[in-house]
């Protein structure tokens, strides 16, 4: 069985521009997580899905970032405009229960 | 201010060495996690422990969660070069499957 799946795996873009990631869960896994991590920390919860539903999404800087997850399967997470504090990994993961959680590999981003 | 604190931040130590991390906080959780994370890889969860005083072990890893249900360990037994990696330790609040990570330590075993 696939693992969570993410794409793009890097990214480089100038400052100002958008960006989106895109992240594709493991089957059956109704929750789903985006995360952020900044280099030498652990990842920082940024959105939490159950389904379809945005259950806590108050990490989520709203004036640039957005994410969506539709049809409670595949979601992606856009940053527009990107600023140079953004650069990180980000990090979906996807969980049926405490015991199963799965992180993908990430997409690290840089903004120059 | 981190909810979880991880120490040692960096340990180096040559195979067949044993060695103990700590993940210590000031807030209950309800469960806690381990995970090991390799560079330009997530996370890989080792392990859920969700009751004060529980030991899991897994082969030649054993972790502990603190009967305060506040801090947990992980020692590992004649560490080899493949357990090189940054630990991570998660602790989840409620039941609403949310969990604060430490920022790791980072762990090299040297053949």
């Known amino acids: 069985e696939a693992g969570v799946v993410q794409s793009p795996r890097y990214k480089i873009i100038e400052k100002k521009q958008p960006v989106a990631f895109w992240c594709n869960p493991i089957s059956g896994h109704n929750t789903l997580y985006w995360y952020r991590q900044n280099l030498g920390q652990g990842p920082e919860l940024l959105i939490r899905?159950?389904?379809?539903?945005?259950?806590?999404d108050s990490q989520l800087p709203k004036d640039r970032f957005s994410a969506e997850r539709l049809k409670g399967v595949d979601s992606t997470l856009k940053i527009q405009p990107a600023e140079l504090g953004d650069s990180a990994v980000y990090l979906c993961?996807?969980?049926?229960?405490?015991?199963?959680?799965?992180f993908g590999s990430g997409t690290r981003l840089t903004v120059v | 201010t981190q909810l979880l604190e991880q120490s040692p931040q960096f340990l180096s130590i040559q195979e067949g060495e044993n060695l103990t991390v700590y993940c210590n906080s000031s807030s209950v959780f309800s469960s806690l996690q381990w995970y090991r994370q390799e560079p330009g890889e997530g996370p890989v969860l080792l392990v859920t422990v969700v009751t004060g005083g529980e030991v899991k072990k897994l082969k030649r890893l054993t972790f502990q969660f603190g009967d305060a249900r506040k801090d947990s360990s992980l020692h590992i037994t004649a560490a080899q070069p493949g357990d090189t990696g940054l630990y991570l330790c998660?602790?989840?609040?409620?039941?609403?499957?949310?969990?604060?990570f430490g920022s790791g330590t980072k762990l090299n075993v040297k053949p």
């Open positions: 993961a996807s969980s049926s229960s405490i015991y199963g959680y799965t």
């Open positions: 998660a602790g989840g609040m409620g039941n609403f499957n949310k969990f604060y």
């Open positions: 899905y159950e389904n379809e539903e945005a259950v806590d």
